[in-house]
DNA sequence: AGGAGTTTGTGAACGTACGAACAAACTGAG
DNA sequence: CTCAGTTTGTTCGTACGTTCACAAACTCCT
């Protein structure tokens, strides 16, 4: 809306941008105090800013990726996550045939730099992009070196000790959420109220 | 378990496994049936098997993915998603350039062939991984052709007719959440309780 | 057989997310 | 100024997910 110049919206407008009830989006955006006006809406530009200070938005984020296979590579040459303030600042990866490949201006480095890396910039948050046997390896040696925030793709349960926090990717899930919904639609019907 | 030739676990292995609760996993799992044996735990086997056709798993589900860019040609190249019984049939995308390409072993197709490749297979989930300003057109068609479930990567909320099972996938988000997270463990503190 | 030790399945308490509904606060027209 | 129309902020009831805690059920050892 701010790239289109809208100056004000309602909460129904919000809502249904976002797929969700407008009483819900409404109390939400209490939390972060009262940005509205009643009888006309929320001012765009304003609102904006609130939720971006509020979130986080305000300041750069530094982050690692680990693991340049597949995944990897789609993730470093992905530009929506700059747009939103987060910036990559290295890429590594253990294979040895890999060093120093470029992939969007970066050159891929070793993982055992990853303690020189931290040193360097500061960095915020670290993806994991291995092979699912590499992962807590490489999540124990991103807490070692102070790393706190944790975006994980591997389909395993990472272990971390207290104030480390940990996101779960999984591809795989989703599509067997989908599959599971899928099989239920098609199921010869529920077993109570046929008729309902 | 199952992999490593291990006949029996508790619910508390299971429920450090997958990084929940011991009761939760047991309430869960109850829904099921009671395919436990109070004092051994369960027959690895056994509810193997009661879970995997409880989630559909015994069949083979048909995907279609549509968007050979960065991250679909990643999704098209990833072995996981086989192990767990979905099997991609086409790779579509609208470029021009694209069509023919090779990714392991499939070859790119037009996106206008979507309604042949449906009446070929049969497809049960469409994947969604072009860029944002496509997704709604994509989307429309996918549901044209009878498709009902849909994953979608693109950052956008997708409008459906009812029946239509949409899940997203928001990496920029996820990042969102941990970077929130960070600041809120950076802050000056909170203001009530200080010095609980 | 009996008792100690396990582990499941579930009843009940708790907290919390959600949505309906409404008073309060604003705009604009007459 | 008043009144009709609009939209926020919040209260309240409900439903649901989560966890504790315990009886029931099983194994194994003596
Ligand atoms: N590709 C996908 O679309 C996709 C989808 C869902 C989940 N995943 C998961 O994401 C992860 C990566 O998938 P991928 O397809 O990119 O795999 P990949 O094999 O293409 O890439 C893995 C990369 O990690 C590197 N690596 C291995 N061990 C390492 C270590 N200890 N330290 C640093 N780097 C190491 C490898 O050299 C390789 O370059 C896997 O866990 C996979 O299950 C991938
Ligand atoms: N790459 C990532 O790591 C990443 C991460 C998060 C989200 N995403 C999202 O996933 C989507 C794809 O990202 P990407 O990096 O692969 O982009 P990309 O530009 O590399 O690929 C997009 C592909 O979609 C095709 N396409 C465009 N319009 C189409 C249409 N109407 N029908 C069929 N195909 C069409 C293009 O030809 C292109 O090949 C984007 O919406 C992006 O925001 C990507």
């Known amino acids: 809306m701010l790239d289109e110049g809208i100056a004000t919206c309602s909460s129904l407008e919000l809502a249904a941008a ?34 971006a200070r509020e979130i986080g938005l305000t300041q750069d984020w530094h ?41 969007t201006g970066m050159s891929i480095r070793r993982f055992d730099e990853l303690e020189a890396v931290v040193a360097e910039y500061r960095v915020d948050i670290g993806v994991i992009a291995t092979p699912a046997i590499s992962a807590q390896g490489v999540c124990d040696r991103m807490v070692e070196v102070g790393i706190r925030s944790i975006l994980n793709f591997a389909p395993t349960i990472l272990n971390v000790p207290q104030g480390v926090d940990v996101r779960r990717v999984d591809l795989a899930s989703e599509l067997q959420i989908l599959a599971f919904h899928e099989q239920r639609k098609a199921a010869p019907g529920p077993d109570i109220e046929e008729s309902a």
């Open 18 to 51: 976002a797929g969700v009830n407008s009483a819900k989006l409404r109390k939400d955006l209490s939390y972060l105090g009262s940005y509205g006006t009643r009888g006309v809406g929320y001012e765009v530009e304003y609102l904006s800013y609130q939720i």
């Open 63 to 103: 982050i690692v990726i680990v693991g340049i296979g597949n995944l990897g590579h789609a993730l470093a040459n992905y530009s929506g996550f700059s747009s939103r303030g987060f910036r990559t600042v290295a890429l590594l990866d253990a294979d040895e045939s890999r060093q120093g490949e470029d992939v």
